[in-house]
């Protein structure tokens, strides 16, 4: 077999969609509303959901329901 190890034993990651990822930061900002994006990050990293930092921001940024008041 031609393929490395590592690659071979690599689980390949699941990719959230947009929505998935607003409906679960909408129900984190319910639960503790004075979380901002980056404690919003790690309880999605948390529940198994692997988001980049800058997209948390501008889901926060685009949609005023998924962040603190």
């Not at 607003?22 to 959901?49: K, P």
Request: charged share 30%; with cysteine; hydrophobic share 40%.
């Amino acid at each position: 077999m031609s393929l490395p190890r590592s690659t071979f034993y690599d689980a390949p990651s699941l990719k959230a969609d947009d929505a998935e990822i607003i409906a679960n930061m909408i129900t984190i900002c319910d639960e503790f509303e004075t979380y901002g994006y980056r404690r919003v990050g790690a309880e999605l990293r948390h529940r198994g959901i692997l988001v980049n930092s800058k997209k948390i921001r501008r889901l926060m940024r685009e949609r005023p329901a998924a962040q603190a008041p």
